[in-house]
Structures are given as structure tokens and as C-alpha cells.
């Protein structure tokens, strides 16, 4: 897992818990820049970036757009808006159609990061009750990058990691612990 520069994580349906889970796992002083995508209603102003931020005392933000992505932040993508990753690794926000019925989508934040970073990318595929991230996932392996999807036997709800495992073979099938534990051995690379 040495070169990873980025991380980008999707889940639905427990994904709150799961990623909680997750970032519990990560030293105090973990500088790789951690991109989420939890579906999320239009409707509602999104409170996750405050909770994340309270319960897990790092920095954590809505991602917002032309914002570069830093080292050693969490970011989340906002309600009612697909999240990007340009080229010059900044976001870039979008309301173009629904994906799987959601948007954010998981699929366009992992294609659009899989372009950007290409072999330096690591794609994270937590529970969810749709098929959204698949197609991005299998992407991020097509471009050289690390994908890792929970054990669906594991996830509260298993629709998405099972579509992942039908469209391609991850790098790792991992329960949350064992995630965390992986994540947290990431470092950036020396520049």
C-alpha cells in the first residue's frame, strides 16, 4: 500500500457507524486526505462534517468547490451535489442526474478521483443498499489504484459491497477492523 495519496470511501445504509468505525482507527497525526461519499437526502442541510469533527477531534469539512484537497483532512460531499476530483486535485461540485438515484454518487467521486490519481488512489466500498460505487470501484483498479470492500457478511447492508464483488476482484475483502487497521498504516509519500 506504499504511494497512496488519496483514500476515497462510499457507503449508504450504515455508513455513519461504519466510518465512525473507521476513523476511530486512524493515529491522531494521519495526514493522507480521507474523500467520503454518503448518500444523503436533497432536502436537508448535512450536519456530518460538524458530528465527524466532534466525535472524532480532526479536522473534518464539506468539501467545497475549487477547494484543493489537503493532507490530513476528512471531507465529506455535501447533499444534492455529485463530488469531483480534478485534475489539478481540487473539487469540483456538479448537479448533473442522479446516479443509482443518488447524489452524491459514490461512482462519480471514485471515477473522477480513479483520473486524478491514478496508482495513487486507494477506493473504499463500505455497506449500502444500492449498487452505487461499483462501477467506480472497478474503475480505480482499472487505473492501477487499491480497493478494498467490506466483507458483505459484515455490512449492515450488503447490496453494495456483493455488487462490487460481481463487477470486479478488490485488492482486499475486509471486515471494518481490518480496514481501520489498513488505513491506518498509510502514509503519504515523501515528496
Not at 468505525?21 to 461519499?37: Q, S
Not at 462534517?49 to 464539506?62: G, I, T
Amino acid at each position: 500500500m506504499n504511494g497512496i495519496e488519496a483514500v476515497t470511501l462510499g457507503a449508504s445504509a450504515g455508513g455513519v457507524s461504519a466510518l465512525l468505525t473507521l476513523f476511530h482507527a486512524l493515529p491522531v497525526d494521519y495526514a493522507v486526505p480521507l474523500v467520503c461519499v454518503l448518500h444523503l437526502p436533497d432536502d436537508r442541510h448535512s450536519h456530518l462534517a460538524q458530528v465527524f469533527s466532534r466525535r472524532l477531534r480532526r479536522p473534518v469539512c464539506e468539501a467545497c468547490d475549487k477547494q484543493p484537497v489537503a493532507p490530513g483532512m476528512i471531507y465529506f460531499a455535501g447533499p444534492g451535489y455529485h463530488l469531483s476530483v480534478e485534475q489539478d486535485r481540487s473539487f469540483s461540485l456538479s448537479q448533473e442526474e442522479r446516479v443509482h438515484f443518488s447524489r452524491p454518487s459514490i461512482d462519480i467521486l471514485f471515477e473522477s478521483a480513479a483520473d486524478a490519481y491514478g496508482p495513487a488512489l486507494l477506493g473504499v466500498l463500505l455497506t449500502g443498499a444500492n449498487e452505487d460505487g461499483a462501477r467506480g470501484l472497478a474503475r480505480i483498479k482499472g487505473l492501477g489504484g487499491r480497493t478494498i470492500v467490506q466483507d458483505p457478511r459484515e455490512a449492515q447492508v450488503a447490496t453494495m459491497p456483493r455488487a462490487a464483488l460481481a463487477l470486479h476482484h478488490p485488492d482486499h475483502i475486509l471486515p471494518l477492523s481490518g480496514i481501520g487497521q489498513l488505513l491506518a498504516t498509510l502514509e503519504l509519500p515523501e515528496c
